[in-house]
C-alpha cells in the first residue's frame, strides 16, 4: 500500500492543494466546456424551442445528479480511514458502497422510466414542449447508474490519484461532444442525440471507474467485503446527504423558477432560464474541482489529526474561489450579450431579454462560491448535520419563498433576484460558523 502521509501531509500545505486541485479544476473545467459545446449545437439546430426543453429537463438531470451526490460520503469516509491508517476499513466501504451504487441505480431507472411523462408535467412540460423533453429523457435516464459510479471518481482523487480522475472527466466530456456533433449535426438526431452522445460517453468513463478499483494499489474491490452492510449505507448517506437534498431542492427551486418566470415573462422566460442555468453551472464547475481537490486533502488531514493544516487548506480554499468567482462574475457582467448570442442565433428579443436577466441573477455569485466552500469544508471534517441545516435554510427558507414573494411584488425581476439574495444571506452565516469551528478544533488566530 503507497504512504498516503508522503502526498497528504509531507509536502508544503499549496504544493499539495495544487497538485490535487489543478487536475480536478482541469478536469471540471474541460467537462464544462463541453456542455457548453453540447448546448451550443442544441441552440442552433433547435432555437429558441431547444433552450426551452433544456430548461425543462435540466431539474430532471439534477434529481439523477442528487444519487451521485448520495454516494459522495464513500470518498470523505475512505479519506478518513486512510488517514487513521485503516485500509481494511476502507476496502469495506469501497465494496458496500459500489454494491448499494449498482442497486440503487437500477431501481432509480425503473422508477423513472415508469414515471417519466407525470415528473415532467411537474417540473412545467407544456403540450408544445413535451414531446422534445420525453426524447430527451428517453436517453437521460438510463444514465443514472453510469452517472452514480462515474461521480467516483471524486474517490480515485481523494487516494492520490488526481490525474486519472482530471483525465476520466476530460475524455467523458471530449467524447461526449465528438459524439454531439455526429448526433446532431451529421445524423440530425436533434435534442436526443445530444443525450444520447452523454448515455455512451459516461457509460464508457463509468466502466473504466470500476476496471480502476480492480486494479489499484491503494485500495481494490474484494470479494469478502461486498455485503449490504446497513450500517455502512446510513454513514455514507449520513454524509452525502447534504449535497442530495442540496440537489432535490435546487431541481424544486428551478422547476418553480421556471413556473414563475413562465407566468410573468411566458416562454421567452423559460428559455432565458435554459441558458442562465448553464452560464451559473459554469461558474459553479470552474470552482468545483478546486473544491473537490481541497476535500480529498481535508478529510485525510483531519482523520489523521493535522488540524493546523486543516485550516491552511481552508483558507487558501477561501481567499481562492472568491476571488476567482469575483473575476467570473465581472467577466460575465461586461460579455453577457457576447455570452447570451454564442447559443442563440437570429432571435434578439431572447437575446436581449435573456441579457438583462442574467446580469440579475448572477451578479452576486461570489457569495454563492463562499458558501459552497465553507459548505464542502463541513462535509469533508464528516460534520453534515450542518451541511445538511444550511442547505436547507438555503433553499426551503429562503430561495422558494423569495421567489414567490418578489414575484408578486417585482414581476420577473424579483424572480430573477430571489436566489443571489438567498445565497448572500446564507454564505454570509455560514462564514461565520466555518470560523467559529476552526477556532474551535485550531485556538490559533484564523488570520
Not at 455512451?200 to 489499484?216: C, G, W
Not at 478546486?290 to 483531519?302: D, E, L, M, V
Not at 466552500?373 to 448535520?385: E, G, H, L, P, T
Not at 442547505?391 to 424572480?415: D, S, T
Amino acid at each position: 500500500m503507497q504512504d498516503l502521509s508522503l502526498k497528504f501531509e509531507k509536502q508544503s500545505t499549496l504544493t499539495t492543494i495544487l497538485k490535487f486541485s489543478i487536475p480536478s479544476s482541469l478536469g471540471a473545467i474541460i467537462g464544462m466546456l463541453c456542455v457548453l459545446t453540447d448546448r451550443y449545437f442544441i441552440g442552433q439546430v433547435a432555437g429558441r424551442e431547444g433552450m426551452a426543453a433544456i430548461a425543462l429537463v435540466f431539474p430532471y438531470a439534477m434529481i439523477i445528479n442528487s444519487f451521485n451526490f448520495a454516494f459522495s460520503g464513500i470518498a470523505i469516509i475512505i479519506g478518513v480511514k486512510l488517514g487513521s491508517k485503516d485500509r481494511e476499513g476502507a476496502e469495506k466501504v469501497l465494496c458496500t458502497g459500489f454494491l448499494w451504487i449498482l442497486i440503487v441505480g437500477v431501481l432509480l431507472t425503473i422508477f423513472l422510466f415508469l414515471f417519466n411523462i407525470p415528473i415532467l408535467k411537474i417540473l412545467g412540460a407544456s403540450s408544445s414542449n413535451i414531446a422534445s423533453a420525453i426524447e430527451y429523457t428517453n436517453f437521460l435516464i438510463p444514465i443514472a447508474t453510469f452517472q452514480i459510479i462515474l461521480g467516483q471518481s471524486t474517490l480515485v482523487r481523494g487516494i492520490g490519484d488526481s490525474v486519472t480522475a482530471m483525465g476520466v472527466n476530460i475524455f467523458t466530456g471530449v467524447f461526449n461532444v465528438i459524439l454531439d456533433y455526429l448526433f446532431i449535426i451529421k445524423f440530425d438526431m436533434g435534442i436526443g442525440g445530444a443525450a444520447l452522445a452523454t448515455l455512451i460517453a459516461t457509460a464508457l468513463s463509468a466502466f473504466y471507474i470500476l476496471f480502476y478499483f480492480f486494479k489499484s494499489d491503494v485500495i481494490t474491490f474484494s470479494k469478502k467485503y461486498f455485503s449490504l452492510d446497513l450500517k455502512i449505507l446510513k454513514e455514507i448517506f449520513k454524509i452525502g446527504s447534504p449535497r442530495f437534498y442540496n440537489q432535490l431542492l435546487q431541481s424544486s427551486v428551478i422547476t418553480v423558477t421556471n413556473r414563475q418566470a413562465g407566468v410573468y415573462g411566458g416562454d421567452i422566460a423559460t428559455a432565458a432560464i435554459g441558458i442562465i442555468s448553464i452560464c451559473r453551472s459554469v461558474m459553479n464547475t470552474s470552482l468545483q474541482g478546486f473544491n473537490q481537490g481541497t476535500a480529498a486533502i481535508i478529510s485525510y488531514t483531519f482523520g489523521s489529526k493535522n488540524y493546523e493544516r486543516v485550516k491552511e487548506v481552508l483558507k487558501i480554499q477561501l481567499y481562492t474561489v472568491i476571488s476567482v468567482s469575483t473575476i467570473l462574475v465581472l467577466l460575465m457582467l461586461f460579455n453577457t450579450e457576447k455570452i447570451v448570442s454564442f447559443f442563440i442565433k437570429n432571435d434578439p428579443p431572447l437575446v436581449e431579454f435573456t441579457v438583462s436577466a442574467m446580469r440579475l441573477n448572477l451578479f452576486l455569485m461570489p457569495f454563492t462560491a463562499m458558501f459552497l466552500a465553507c459548505n464542502n469544508f463541513f462535509q469533508s471534517i464528516k460534520d453534515s448535520v450542518i451541511a445538511t441545516r444550511f442547505f436547507m435554510l438555503r433553499i426551503v427558507i429562503l430561495n422558494i419563498p423569495l421567489v414567490y414573494i418578489l414575484g408578486y411584488f417585482f414581476k420577473e425581476i424579483g424572480v430573477w433576484l430571489a436566489f443571489p439574495i438567498s445565497d448572500t444571506l446564507v454564505a454570509i452565516v455560514m462564514f461565520f460558523l466555518t470560523i467559529k469551528k476552526i477556532r474551535k478544533i485550531s485556538p490559533d488566530n484564523w488570520v
